[in-house]
DNA sequence: GAGTGGTCTAGACCACTCT
DNA sequence: GAGTGGTCTAGACCACTCG
């Protein structure tokens, strides 16, 4: 028993994300059939559909039954787009401009993605009526057949790669630094030379493990923050 | 049955540890102990167990036996400390200077704590030789007695909380804003006026959800950055 | 070998949702 | 009322740690 039943109904679940047999908002079977399926006890598929429920893979609700994760455009999306107001609330971003490219990936992409090829997204974004977010995405191409046709893209990009794609980001690891507005933050928000900004690069990762996208995003931060909660 | 069994476990060890009737690094019972004490299951003391595990309150081993998670000062201190270096490593800061002082609390700090006087740390820290952290911290004077004689503290905190005054941070709510370095960044740290520098406001709470610490702190990021992992 | 946490089962009952 | 997840039990065996 080197590896745990649970571990196997896990991995299966996921697998079924993955290949698109389970769809967006999918119901899965209840514990007890799921287990029967896979030949463990109610417990056992319990535990492993608890423990993905709790990586937002899986939505629980009790007299309903187990469903993907849909994510949402509006509601979702914030788990992963960190601004909020003085207050707390959530501060929704509205598309300004958008250009897509196909380009050849830099050394550092190449690694990252094992793939020589990318689509890039810049993006300007406006919040409260200004514009003060300008965000460079990178994703491979081979994982997103035909998205330079599909611009103007949705606000929330993570929805647009789980619907079209089947692709589902699971975490995102972030690094943060303080920097100056250059002539390039200028051209796209509204913002003086010289403002401070929060720089945030991205690094994206799927649930198999796939680093799916790299995003570097500027933000004039003023009266909004950049919020998070360390446990 | 409104409220869970193992609900009831995991408050009763909650609060053995906030009386001090266990401190950091005590040993608890073994699940069947913990049951039969309570009068529950292994299955549910189990499932207490593990939630105040991943919560980070305990430490479990197979083998050995159920921890109170121990705060040492130069582990688990980088958990509320995101500053990494590029390659992701921990940047250990050292403290230059430190100031505390017993002040009445303002506005703010009152309705945090329902409390009107404070403690103010205020301490200057340097990393790779460079003093590039201004912080100020404000704790309620009656959780902390006799904080102002212990000075200087030691670089992490919260290992002297919970040590010294058995208060263990569970969690901490941050927002971070792009400033610019004022005169009294300069007069601390080694950055010219006008540097870009990323402000955290902290809020800090304990594992009985008390407010028990409020902190501003100003990083100078360059080889630097503030590290965030999004799940 | 004794004691601990980790996994697993088979079955029970409760609480909730929907029709 | 049927079906779902949520809680709980009593007992079993495995894997690890330590004396």
New interface residues.
């Given amino acids: 028993m080197t590896v745990p039943l649970y571990q196997h109904v896990y991995d299966t679940i996921i697998a079924r994300i993955v290949s698109g047999d389970l769809g967006p908002g999918a119901m899965l079977p209840s514990e007890i059939d799921l287990g029967r399926e896979l030949g463990v006890s109610q417990g056992t598929a319990r535990k492993a559909l608890s423990a993905l429920e709790q990586?937002?893979i899986l939505q629980r609700r009790q007299g309903r039954g187990t469903f993907v994760a849909t994510t949402t455009p509006e509601s979702d999306h914030f788990?992963?787009f960190?601004l909020?107001r003085a207050d707390g609330s959530e501060a929704t971003p509205t598309l300004e401009s958008e250009t897509v490219t196909r380009r050849a990936a830099t050394a550092y992409e190449k690694e990252k993605f094992s793939e020589g090829e990318v689509f890039e997204i810049l993006r300007g974004r406006s919040i409260d009526g200004k514009t003060i977010v300008r965000e460079i995405s990178a994703v491979p191409t081979s994982l997103f057949p035909g998205l330079v046709d599909r611009s103007p893209l949705p606000n929330a990009l993570y929805a647009l790669y789980q619907q079209s794609y089947g692709i589902v980001i699971?975490?995102?690891?972030?690094?943060?630094?303080?920097?100056?507005a250059t002539e390039d933050d200028v051209a796209m928000m509204n913002v003086p030379i010289g403002s401070?900004?929060?720089e945030v690069?991205r690094t994206a990762t799927d649930i198999s493990d796939r680093i799916v996208e790299l995003r570097l995003s500027r933000?004039?931060?003023g009266d909004l923050?950049?919020?998070?909660?360390?446990?």
């Fill in positions: 990586r937002g788990h992963f960190r909020r699971a975490e995102a690891d972030e690094q943060l630094h303080a920097v100056l401070p900004l929060i690069r933000y004039l931060t923050h950049y919020a998070v909660t360390l446990r």
